[in-house]
């Protein structure tokens, strides 16, 4: 028994490494930024892109709110096929998303690559990788794991941000995108195949449409799901909101380096979920929110002045990003454990993928949001004081929802 213990969490270790791998190439949806810049360049200037700059942000927003509502579809579906025929598919979709956007300058094309069938590939992945790696490791593990493989997501952009300005620099906007997709996808692909779940799982044998409706039955007349979703709604949202325009608001102090702001927000959002993983396990849930959801209010009243001084240094400026990123980070690794120890495992794909519809429609609305703001007003003042706002309400549904493991 010791010996096939062992062989189990090697194996275990191992499925989790090939999940952190697919997850840190589905990290470039946290690089819009950048892409956004380069955009709304051409915008300015009479270039190809002839958009309307109050939408600039809509493949971004759409990116969110698909990548997160596909996830009541793909989380019954991994329960039902597994992770390695949803991974597979995913990473495709991934690929010829990015391929459509490489391909074209159209606005529709632009929302339907980046903004639909990518993200659409991205909720296979996210539905196979993290329910899986959970679970092949035992609840007392539950956070770091979690942390550990949904940080390959946020800290992507640590290589993806030097990497796609590099690319964008000698190969243009096009082939960076394609090159992008075209490696993501066999990378990914190959990955894919090492996904299993434990021999110990077995399937479930509902019918596959009753146990969806069953489900979400269940979920949405529970009060304390519509309290989780809220929380999840803002702490995913006001971070996304500052993911979405990190290169754009970095540019006065950092210039052509502004791109380091985006990978150190990424450094942060890594390291915010496995040390928020972490933290966790050890002084539970709710204590760990109470604190991120503070510290990010703070940060959205700090960011009114950083961002808006004409002299900010590039320090303070990329100590902003990264601890703004590090408590968004902390925000996500603590829903889909918040999930398992309210709900459980079995159906894990569906019952958090109806909590995980939170994070994309704030992000979607948040980022919507900021940049019509910033459109009327010329500044992302009046984005970090909804942010605040929003945030201090976050607090007092923490302290009053009964729940922590």
């Not at 035992?138 to 952009?157: D, F, Q, R, Y």
């Not at 510290?295 to 703004?324: D, G």
Request: charged share 10%; proline share 3%; with cysteine.
């Amino acid at each position: 028994m010791p010996a096939e213990h062992e062989n189990n969490m090697a194996k275990a270790w191992r499925i989790l490494w090939v999940a952190v791998a697919i997850n840190l190439l589905c990290g470039f949806g946290y690089a819009w930024s950048l892409f956004k810049v380069v955009i709304r360049q051409s915008i300015e200037t009479g270039g190809a892109f002839d958009w309307d700059i109050a939408a600039l942000n809509d493949p971004f927003a759409a990116f969110n709110l698909v990548f997160a509502f596909s996830t009541i579809l793909t989380g019954p579906l991994y329960d039902r096929w597994g992770p390695r025929f949803t991974s597979t598919f995913g990473m495709v979709c991934v690929g010829g998303g990015l391929a459509i956007c490489g391909l074209s300058t159209n606005y529709w094309a632009w929302v339907f690559g980046w903004g639909v069938l990518a993200p659409f590939g991205i909720s296979w992945t996210y539905a196979a990788t993290t329910p899986t790696v959970m679970k092949w490791f035992p609840i007392e593990k539950m956070g770091l794991v979690t942390g550990i493989v949904v940080a390959g997501t946020g800290i992507s952009p640590v290589y993806i941000a030097p990497l796609t300005h590099c690319f964008l620099d000698h190969l243009g906007l096009s082939q960076t995108l394609l090159v992008i997709g075209g490696y993501s996808t066999i990378i990914g692909v190959l990955c894919a195949l090492y996904l299993s779940d434990p021999y110990k799982i077995q399937k479930s044998p509902i019918k596959f449409y009753d146990h969806l409706g069953k489900g979400i039955t269940r979920m949405i007349k529970s009060s304390l799901f519509w309290r989780i979703w809220l929380l999840f709604f803002i702490g995913g949202g006001v971070g996304l909101m500052v993911v979405g325009s990190v290169a754009d608001m970095a540019a006065k102090s950092l210039g052509e380096a502004a791109f380091l702001a985006l990978a150190f927000l990424a450094l942060g959002n890594g390291l915010g979920r496995i040390g928020g993983g972490y933290i966790t396990d050890r002084f539970g849930r709710k204590p760990l929110l109470v604190f991120v959801s503070t510290f990010q209010a703070i940060l959205m009243i700090a960011a009114v002045f950083i961002v808006s001084s004409e002299e900010i240094s590039a320090v303070i400026m990329i100590l902003l990003t990264s601890l703004v990123g590090f408590n968004y980070g902390t925000n996500t690794i603590l829903f889909p454990t918040i999930s398992r120890d309210l709900w459980g495992v079995k159906n894990f794909g569906l019952n958090y993928g109806l909590v995980f519809t939170a994070w994309g429609a704030g992000g979607f609305m948040m980022a919507r949001m900021s940049q019509m703001l910033l459109k009327v007003s010329d500044s992302y003042t009046a984005s970090f004081i909804v942010g605040a706002v929003l945030l201090v309400l976050a607090i007092f549904v923490t302290l009053y929802t009964p729940f922590d493991h």
